[in-house]
């Protein structure tokens, strides 16, 4: 296990450092199979990826890309999808082809989640995870409580996150109830995780998940078991000012 915190000057160092993590995984690897966050964490470093491609810097088309989480009922065409975001925000800046994307499974059973897990696990696992963490400690839609055990499934939001995902769908009422996401136990099995926190709006949360107990109340915590995590903060994210 190998866990590294580094805390930089502020979110542009956090952005450049997290795209050169990635950069490292497609040069060892051109056909490696990513997860990407949404949410506004790691805009920042997919910019800085997109301009290194545009740059003639990197070439990332050759990635998979694995759907981290989604509003249920809510498919890729919609706009306010997930999917959708990461189309934008990840995939075709990186000109990486749209037939590249893996979609988690939609209005499926608990069978249905637990063969895309199976499948995940025989291509071979994730190969890098990028993350964010939610203002109650959630990494991807794993909302607490969730342990390191849990599967792929369709989840309930919990009030935290539906408040912080009010600013994408216009007003808390019209965002969707539920969600799926991919569960902490596929995450942890990633050859490598890296996790990205900014903000003082950030300090508390971090510090729990990182220095506090393993704890199904703060889902991200369960990285501190995982096989090797990169941490980036920027320093108001550490110190909380
Ligand atoms: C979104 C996701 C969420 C976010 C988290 C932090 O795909 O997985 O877990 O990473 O809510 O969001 P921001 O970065 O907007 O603070």
Excluded at 71 to 81: C, H, I, K, L, W
Excluded at 117 to 142: C, K, M, Q, T, W
Excluded at 164 to 193: E, N
């Amino acid at each position: 296990m190998r866990l590294s915190i580094t805390i930089l000057k502020d979110y542009d160092s956090v952005s450049r450092e997290g795209a050169d993590v990635v950069a490292g995984v497609i040069a060892a690897n051109p056909a490696a199979r990513i997860v990407a966050a949404m949410g506004d964490t790691p805009q920042g470093l997919y910019g800085e990826l997109a301009r290194r491609s545009d740059a003639g810097e990197l070439d990332a088309s050759g990635l998979f890309v694995y759907q981290l989480d989604e509003y249920a009922g809510v498919g890729p065409e919609d706009p306010r999808s997930l999917a959708g975001w990461l189309v934008r925000s990840f995939m075709r800046p990186l000109r990486i082809p749209p037939e590249n994307l893996v979609l988690l499974p939609r209005d499926a059973d608990s069978a249905a989640y637990a063969t895309y897990d199976r499948s995940i696990a025989e291509a071979g696992g994730y190969d890098l995870v990028i993350l964010g963490i939610g203002p109650n400690g959630h990494i991807g839609f794993n909302e607490p409580p969730a342990d390191g055990s849990a599967p792929t499934r369709a989840v309930a939001l919990s009030p935290a996150s539906i408040a912080s995902s009010a600013r994408y769908w216009g007003s808390a009422d019209q965002v969707p109830r539920r969600a799926i996401t991919v569960g902490i136990a596929g995450l942890l099995k990633a050859r490598k995780m890296l996790l990205l926190a900014c903000g003082s709006h950030k300090n508390e949360i971090v510090r729990r998940a990182l220095l506090g107990p393993v704890t199904a109340e703060v889902p991200a915590s369960y990285l501190q078991e995982a096989d090797e995590v990169t941490v980036l903060l920027d320093r108001a994210a550490w110190n909380g000012s």
